[in-house]
């Protein structure tokens, strides 16, 4: 096959919202890291500058990516997992440490975090695994393995630590529902985080007596002729309630205290406004920036360039984790919401893509990649705005960082080839 | 239905995104950002206040540079207290406090610690201060004080309080505003416009540069100076006459309305305002209840007018016709009021209205004024033609100087009496007193002052004011241009200022004449009460005085009361005759007549009342 029938049959749409992504991150970048001093914009001692030589990696890396038979990904997909495994392994004996994380190799004019890289690598092994023959989701042998595979990068990434990448592995329970993966998995993993975000607002007993209600309202309203097995209800009610105890314990004993804050401030558990207040201004400080910057944006913003909160660095870790304040500010509600559409409609196109796929390995793969990339972009996100606690991942092809923008380039343009690829047998 | 889970998630997201930033951008967005954002400076250019000249160009009012200690407690690093607080000159309690007070008003706006400094403390400070992060010197401008004179007129500046900063969003703490008189009036012309500057900031607060290269930047405009009609040298020398004398004086230029001094008695250095004694001197004027140096009495003292009044009865009974000039009343050494005989000093015998009034004939106007009163009806149309006829010339109202102070005195009308005897309950006989001034008619001294300037101008008057150029421009506001007609008509006044003539040549101040000049003037002794220890004391009478000159050309008309020195003619008539003399002369030649003045004071009558003796009253003492 050759590479102009691979053109031809791309999906352009989503190209053109990775370019919209990737010019606009850099925009942003730019704005956000540049002084009035230098003139240059191919800078390399500057962040915006590094970032256009990662850009060209990145274009670089899709004629690679698009260069190789779709083939080679189902086939080599194992290797690869392993050999990001490897890299995770050799980070704790010859990693570098930045900020306190041993996440990086240093490769001279560039730190290599493997962790970008493995999430590629661990899509590809689940879709491969799963879209085996002999892989039966519902078995739960199966989903065992499949849950390993998922986890195990996830277990050397945590003690980075990077708790944020870590969670990150997780959304690709996504991609075994869809494959047949019993929902309600799904259904009670939200009923556990209902009642351990209500537990911890209004306490355990409170807890209790709502679901107790609820229950009866069941009972009260069900048809006559339908029986609802008393005992094991009764048990699961015992079992919700353990839970909620044990979510208190959990809280006040396992946590830390920065954790602790990180849940008072976000459920303002705090009542009493003068610590608020503190918390917000000490490890909340963040979110109290970020917020404040994107809220002073107002509808148009600022204009380019035009940031004084940017330009004054009150957001840390602006061109990275906080990428979406510079665009909050400089480009107001227009450039957010702008955002917020490009990202919903590439991941929907991105569903829309998995679902077209014939070969299962194809579609699989493409959970994998939307799963990911959602949850980068809603936790990244919702962080920024003040809707989830602070846990520091990139936002997607937006934020400053070689491997990110790298991982997240292969990420995409596998699917792309892949899907590219769709309506032929393999060669 | 799994299709669909995921794309449902991403759809639901998206919503609660854009919910999520609306809500922030959209509702929570406030314009006044700048303010408020921690990344932008704000920085003042305080421009100089204006100048204040007197009517001929003479410099009342300059300025002279201060520096406050500002602080920025955000900013404060850990310092040696006991080694900053020996080189500002102030206890660590105080330092202590002070700064507290600031981080309360707000951690990251400066608050003045250590305010006006003098030049050579500052010159001390200004080496070390670098020193010491989150301090820094603001330079302010004070009032310098070219005369020593005026201090109730002119008015001082201070600091704004907490209930300026809500009232008006234009001022920061720190700033001055004017406080009374004439700096209060008119503040906004005297301050100027402050300049402002956005500058950048980082997150470690370093000034990275001018915000948006300084498009929203403001320059400061310069205070406007201000041409202010008082005669810086009358005011000079009729505050020196008022030594140890409590009392208003107020001189106006008939012809135009302007304000030629206004004095209140006693008064005080304009210079003990300014500076760090400021509000040690402060304390210490305001607690002096006695003889409240602060109170300015030619705008806000209400007496009975006494017998000046008189001179208006005379009018308005000549404009109702019910008397002419040559009408003659009997006066037994008083008159009767029923059957209660109320007395009269002028010597009895038959009074026309010539001798009435330079005699002051007590009798003569009881008279005139049960005329006046019959005519009409009943008691209430009499009483409205009345008080029409006496708010004509500016009294029994706020008369709209440019001061931001001042009393309405009374005159008294149908409602005010039906209130005190009931509806319908009263005649002439209960209001009789006001025909000479005493009674419930009550004046400032400034409303006499300008009664006599509408009497000079033979029926109407300007509105005093104060202000005579703003920069440049002289004043067309109508409010003081425009002449204001009082209801008598002009050939009424021949004979009542002819009477007042005769007053300086023969009557009641027939010692006080000036040399060459022709004098109308009148006299008053206004009696007065006061209770001591719940009982109602008679203390001696006011001392009243009005007078305008040269008669046939009036180029001052003016109103002097003393309290509490007797006859009219004594205090309030001296002090009159040698402000004349000193306004149209330039120099007195009645060098007794001053020097007796200038050393009578009246301490013993003003502690009579608090010596817990008994004591007289009318005294001769001279």
């Not at chain 2, 006829?389 to 001042?406: E, I």
């Not at chain 2, 149209?584 to 817990?612: C, F, N, Q, V």
Request: hydrophobic share 40%.
């Amino acid at each position: 096959m050759s590479g102009r029938s691979v053109l031809h049959r791309m999906d352009w749409i989503t190209v053109l919202i990775f370019l919209l992504l990737v010019g606009m991150g850099w925009m942003n970048i730019y704005s956000s890291t540049y002084d009035e001093g230098n003139s240059s914009i191919f800078d390399l001692s500057q962040e915006y500058g590094k970032q256009l030589v990662f850009i060209a990696i990145s274009l670089a890396s899709i004629v690679l990516v698009l260069g190789l038979e779709a083939s080679f990904y189902e086939r080599f997909s194992s290797l690869l997992y392993l050999l990001t495994l490897l890299l995770l392994i050799g980070l704790f004996p010859f990693g570098k440490t930045i900020a306190g994380a041993t996440s990086w190799y240093d490769l001279g004019f560039f730190n290599l975090q493997p962790s970008e890289l493995a999430k590629t690598a661990t899509a590809l092994a689940l879709a491969k695994y799963l879209s085996d023959i002999q892989t039966d989701i519902k078995r739960r042998k199966d989903q065992l393995y499949a849950l390993l595979i998922i986890i195990l990068p996830a277990l050397l990434i945590i003690p980075q630590p990077d708790p944020g990448s870590a969670l990150v592995f997780f959304a690709l329970v996504f991609v075994l529902f869809r494959e047949g993966l019993p929902l309600w998995y799904l259904g009670v993993a939200l009923v556990a985080v209902l009642i351990f975000i209500t537990t911890l607002m209004f306490g355990s007993a409170w807890v209790g007596i709502g679901l107790g209600l609820a229950l009866i309202m069941v009972f009260l309203l069900k048809k006559p002729t339908a029986k609802i097995p008393f005992l094991p209800v009764a048990g699961l009610y015992v079992l919700a309630m353990a839970f909620s105890l044990s979510v208190n314990f959990v809280f006040e004993n396992v946590f830390e205290q920065r954790h602790r804050d990180r849940f008072s401030l976000w459920l303002r558990l705090e009542k009493d406004p003068e610590k608020l207040e503190e918390i917000r201004k000490t490890i909340g400080y963040n979110t109290y920036q970020s917020e404040k910057a994107i809220e002073s944006g107002g509808t148009l913003g600022k204009g380019f360039l035009e940031g004084t909160r940017t330009k004054g660095d009150f957001v840390p870790e602006q061109h990275t984790d906080y990428i979406f304040t510079t665009v909050g500010e400089e480009w107001g509600f227009v450039g957010t919401s702008t955002v917020v559409l490009l990202f919903t409609i590439l991941l929907l196109r991105l569903v829309h893509l998995a679902e077209r796929q014939k070969n299962p390995f194809s579609r699989m793969y493409g959970y994998g990649v939307v799963s990911i990339l959602m949850v980068h972009y809603f936790i990244n996100i919702g962080m920024v705005i003040g809707m989830l606690p602070t846990i520091g991942i990139p936002l997607p092809f937006f934020s400053y960082g070689g491997s990110g923008l790298i991982g997240f380039t292969l990420l995409l343009f596998i699917l792309l080839r892949l899907d590219a690829n769709r309506l032929k047998e393999w060669d | 239905m799994k299709k669909l889970v995921l794309s449902s998630i991403i759809i639901l997201v998206g919503i609660s995104f854009l919910g999520r930033l609306s809500y922030l951008q959209l509702f929570r967005f406030s314009e006044d950002h700048l303010l408020e954002d921690p990344a932008v400076k704000v920085v003042y250019d305080y421009p100089e206040r204006g100048y204040i000249y007197d009517r001929s160009g003479k410099l009342l009012v300059a300025n002279q540079p201060a520096y406050d200690v500002m602080v920025i407690p955000r900013e404060v690093q850990p310092l040696d207290t006991t080694e900053f607080c020996t080189l500002l000159g102030i206890s660590r309690e105080r330092f202590i406090g002070q700064m507290q007070k600031a981080r309360i008003y707000s951690p990251r706006l400066p608050s003045v610690l250590v305010p006006q400094l003098s030049k050579e403390d500052y010159a001390g400070l200004q080496e070390k201060m670098r020193k010491y992060k989150g301090f820094y010197i603001e330079k302010r401008s004070l009032r310098d004080y070219k005369t020593n004179a005026g201090a109730n007129v002119l008015g001082y500046i201070s600091e704004v309080n907490e209930w300026d900063l809500k009232s008006n969003p234009y001022y920061e703490l720190g700033e001055l505003t004017g406080r009374t008189g004439i700096e209060k009036q008119y503040e906004e012309v005297l301050r100027g416009q402050k300049g402002v500057k956005y500058i950048q900031k980082d997150r470690f607060n370093r000034d990275i540069g001018p915000y948006k290269d300084g498009v929203k930047d403001l320059p400061s405009i310069r205070g406007t100076e201000l041409h202010i009609t008082l005669d810086k040298e009358l005011q000079e020398y009729g505050e020196l006459l008022m030594r140890g004398k409590r009392g208003g004086i107020v001189a106006i230029e008939p012809g135009s309305g302007e304000i030629l001094t206004m004095i209140s008695g006693p008064t005080y250095e304009p210079s003990l305002l300014v500076g760090r004694e400021r509000s040690k001197n402060y304390s210490t004027l305001h607690n002096d209840s006695l003889s409240r140096p602060t109170w300015d009495r030619s705008i806000l003292a209400e007496p009975s007018p006494g017998s000046p009044f008189k001179t208006l009865q005379a009018l308005a009974a000549l404009q109702e016709g019910v008397i002419s000039p040559e009408t003659p009343f009997t006066c037994y050494n008083g008159f009767y009021v029923g059957n209660r005989k109320r007395g009269c000093h002028c010597g009895g015998g038959t009074r026309t209205m010539n001798t009435g009034i330079y005699k002051s004939c007590n009798a003569y106007f009881a008279g005139a004024f049960r005329r006046f009163y019959d005519k009409f009806e009943t008691s209430d149309k009499a009483m409205d033609v009345w008080e029409g006829h006496m708010k004509s010339f500016g009294l029994g109202n706020y008369l709209g100087y440019d001061l931001p102070t001042g009393r309405p005195g009374r005159i008294p009308g149908k409602d005010y009496y039906d209130r005190v005897y009931g509806d319908g309950r009263w005649s002439s006989t209960y209001i009789i007193s006001n025909a000479i001034g005493q009674g419930e008619v009550a004046a400032t001294p400034i409303q006499l002052a300008n009664m006599t300037a509408a009497i000079a101008n033979r029926g109407f008057y300007y509105t005093p004011h104060l202000i005579k150029k703003i920069g440049e421009e002289t004043i067309d506001d109508p409010q003081y241009t425009e002449r204001k007609y009082t209801t008598i008509d002009p050939e009424h006044f021949a004979p009542v200022v002819q009477g007042m003539a005769d007053v300086y040549e023969k009557g009641t101040a027939r010692w006080l004449q000036v040399p060459g000049v022709k004098i109308a003037g009148k006299t008053g002794t206004v009696e007065n009460f006061t209770i001591i220890d719940g009982v109602r004391k008679q203390l001696t009478d006011h001392s009243v005085f009005v007078a305008f000159a040269p008669v046939d050309n009036p180029q001052i008309a003016l109103a002097v009361y003393i309290e509490n020195g007797y006859y009219g003619a004594r205090y309030a008539g001296h002090i009159a005759s040698l402000l004349i003399e000193k306004y149209l002369k330039g120099t007195i030649s009645r060098k007794d007549l001053e020097k007796r003045m200038l050393e009578k004071t009246l301490e013993h009558e003003y502690a009579k009342p608090y010596s817990g003796e008994d004591f007289k009253i009318n005294e001769y003492v001279w």
